[in-house]
């Protein structure tokens, strides 16, 4: 057997292995439904988000829309699942973990960092993204059933603390269950 051929197989398996345990039962579900604040007037943005659990963390995917063509905006989850007062009742980033604002999945930057909104032609922005940082467990400490999903109305600089300077709360949503 040759040695390229081993390799071949090895990866093979591993792939297979990743197949059947991604993802957990169809329990493992929330959504976030995304409606427009009153924070900028008109606010057509609005979108839907599902979260799966995953074997470590949670696939986040869906579709904002109603942003200006190629515009980008921060998006992140929130400590507080209350979109009163514009979204700005939802408090700061969720941050069980005590870090500092950066860019999503940086060494020490906050559970709640998401990969910015960039917006297509049409003012859409679709996305699919595993997040390490989450789950959906009930009881732990980085569950985020319960708390806020926030688009913001700027672009999100990764520097500025606590929130990347990214403006105003234009659409938010309550993470729910199922
Ligand atoms: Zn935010």
Redesign the pocket.
């Known amino acids: 057997m040759s040695r390229r051929f081993i390799v071949t197989a090895a990866v093979l398996c591993a792939a297979s292995v990743l197949a059947a345990c991604g993802t957990m039962g169809t329990g493992s579900r929330a959504t976030a439904n995304l409606a427009p604040t009153g924070a900028i007037s008109p606010n057509p943005t609005m979108g839907k988000v599902t979260f799966q659990a995953l074997e470590h963390g949670v696939r986040v995917e869906g579709e904002v829309r109603g942003f200006a063509p190629g515009t980008e905006h ?5 400590e507080k699942g209350d979109c009163g007062d514009n979204g700005n009742a ?1 408090g ?2 969720f941050n069980p973990g005590g870090g500092t604002h950066g860019k999503f999945a940086a060494p020490g930057s906050h559970a ?1 960092e998401l990969p910015s909104l960039v917006a297509d032609s049409g003012g859409v922005a679709r996305f699919s993204v595993d997040v390490h940082s989450i789950s959906l467990i009930e009881g732990a400490n980085n569950n985020v059933v319960g708390r806020a999903l ?3 109305r700027d672009r ?1 600089d990764f520097t500025t603390q606590p ?2 300077n ?1 403006g105003p ?1 234009i659409a938010c949503a309550v993470i729910t269950r199922g």
Request: hydrophobic share 30%.
């Open positions: 921060g998006f992140h989850i929130h939802s700061g980033h709640g926030v688009v913001h999100d929130a990347g990214s709360r």
